[in-house]
């Protein structure tokens, strides 16, 4: 089992910046890959951005692509999302997920961008007023 905790959602204006961090706990080991998905309001969930923990590698989704930067710290397994230039379409609430794919270690880092994930945080809201 791997548990997740976010935090460093809240408010900002359109333009501002927020990171936010999830750190995992548990078996941490197994996660090769972890991502940031969020849901807004009556929208399906989105892929944000993910990581393929064991090389860095990243990628995003079109629409936060040059904004939002992945990045993790191993030492204190942590994973950050920068997120940049806010726009108001990105209010939403913010999710950290991680797996294990063995397909990632064969195939590569970028499987994680079409992995399914079985462990989730509780979610962090960000949200982007104009």
Known sequence: QVQLVESGGGSVQDGGSLRLSCAASGYTHISNCMAWFRQAPG???ERVAVIYT???TSYYA???KGRFTISQDNAKNTVYL????LKPED???YYCAADGPPEATILGGAYCYIASYNYWGQGTQVTVSS
């Open 62 to 64: 079109d629409s936060v």
């Open 91 to 93: 209010t939403a609430m």
């Open 43 to 45: 929208k399906e969930r």
């Open 82 to 85: 920068q997120m940049n230039s």
């Open 54 to 56: 064991r090389g860095g």
